[in-house]
């Protein structure tokens, strides 16, 4: 995808999907990750803003975390969802672990279940409230199956805590489902979302 994709006409109110290229807009950002980049960032710079840490992961430009990856949906000039997806296979034998993030922090990361084979997998996902009931993240579920059949690959795969049930309603009237369940330790705040879910398509 590289042009603007128009998904209704009217001038005032026009929205559109497109490949994003600047810095994370942090609604859509702080939503998909469902508190998980303030926990891991919050504090681990003195005066830093978790957002602005985990922006500056992107603005590296290394996969998979890259601008490339991600596709917004943008309303008026504002940013109301987003898509972060990419190949597994290749995040997984090039993600070097995130300097800023505490070792203790890392254990709710290393709880997910990663896929067991090659999938184009979904980091993240996300609509601002007042924005669902529009079809958007059913157009972002399309969007990286597209993506996934472009680049060869039969599998998709996400992550998504287990008590966020609006996520799982969506996923699954999309055809995927749940493969396997790590749990947060009790002893870590992300304790009350629940576990862990790995969902694959088909």
């Given at each position: 995808m590289s042009a603007l994709i128009y998904l209704n006409s009217a001038p005032a109110n026009w929205l559109a999907?497109?490949?994003?290229?600047?810095?994370?807009?942090?609604?859509?950002?702080?939503?998909?990750?469902?508190?998980l980049v303030e926990w891991c960032y919050e504090g681990a710079v003195a005066d830093a803003d978790p957002i602005e840490l985990f922006a500056r992961v992107f603005e590296l430009n290394r996969e998979?975390?890259?601008?490339?990856?991600?596709?917004?949906?943008?309303?008026?000039?504002?940013?109301?969802?987003?898509?972060?997806?990419?190949?597994?296979?290749?995040?997984?034998?090039?993600?070097?672990?995130?300097?800023?993030?505490p070792d203790e922090r890392m254990a709710v990361i290393d709880a997910m279940a990663p896929p067991t084979q090659s999938s184009w997998h979904i980091e993240a996902m996300a609509v601002l409230p007042e924005c669902q009931g529009r079809?958007?993240?059913?157009?972002?579920?399309?969007?990286?199956?597209?993506?996934?059949?472009?680049?060869?690959?039969?599998l998709l795969s996400l992550h998504v805590f287990e008590n966020n049930r609006g996520a799982i309603r969506l996923y699954e009237h999309c055809g995927f489902r749940a493969v396997d369940r790590a749990p947060i330790p009790d002893s870590l705040p992300m304790a009350d979302r629940g576990g862990s879910l790995l969902m694959v398509f088909p």
């Open positions: 999907l497109r490949i994003f290229k600047k810095a994370l807009s942090r609604e859509p950002s702080t939503q998909a990750a469902d508190g998979p975390y890259t601008y490339g990856n991600c596709v917004v949906a943008e309303e008026a000039s504002r940013v109301i969802g987003k898509l972060h997806s990419y190949a597994w296979d290749d995040a997984a034998a090039v993600m070097p672990p995130d300097p800023h993030i079809g958007l993240g059913r157009r972002f579920i399309d969007i990286a199956k597209s993506q996934a059949r472009a680049k060869n690959f039969d």
